[in-house]
């Protein structure tokens, strides 16, 4: 079993950059993938971005070069960077991790094993 917090959301102008973490326990996140998804009111859970068990990463289109996924392994702890916010990043930021095999090549919210509650990202113009 694997417990994961968010932390980190709040309030950023147009342009600005939060850091969001998502602390896990009951297990290291040695050999899992770690991901982050996001959902908008209104709207379905869409892919954010992940980081492989190898440490390699892959994003979506939306975020690519503005968003940047990050662990500690040592704190169990995988980061979220965020920056030049739009408005339209505005959601609930949810961390997920997959553990079942094979960990890699899978960006579904299905293909996810656990979820933290989330955490409020708002970015005003």
């Known amino acids: 079993q694997v417990q994961l917090e968010e932390s980190g959301g709040g309030v950023a102008q147009t342009g600005g950059s939060l850091r969001l973490s998502c602390a896990a326990s009951?297990?290291?996140?040695?050999?899992?993938?770690m991901a982050w998804f996001r959902q908008a009111p209104g709207k379905e859970r869409e892919f954010v971005g992940i980081?492989?068990?190898?440490?390699?990463?892959i994003y979506a289109a939306s975020v690519k070069g503005r968003f940047t996924i990050s662990a500690d392994t040592a704190k169990n702890t995988v980061y979220l960077q965020m920056n030049s916010l739009a408005v339209e990043d505005t959601a609930v930021y949810y961390c997920?991790?997959?553990?079942?095999?094979?960990?890699?090549?899978?960006?579904?919210?299905?293909?996810?094993?656990?979820w933290g509650k989330g955490t409020l990202v708002t970015v005003s113009s």
């Open positions: 997920a991790v997959r553990t079942r095999r094979p960990v890699a090549g899978v960006i579904t919210p299905d293909g996810m094993d656990y």
């Open positions: 980081r492989w068990s190898g440490g390699s990463t």
């Open positions: 009951g297990r290291t996140l040695s050999g899992t993938a």
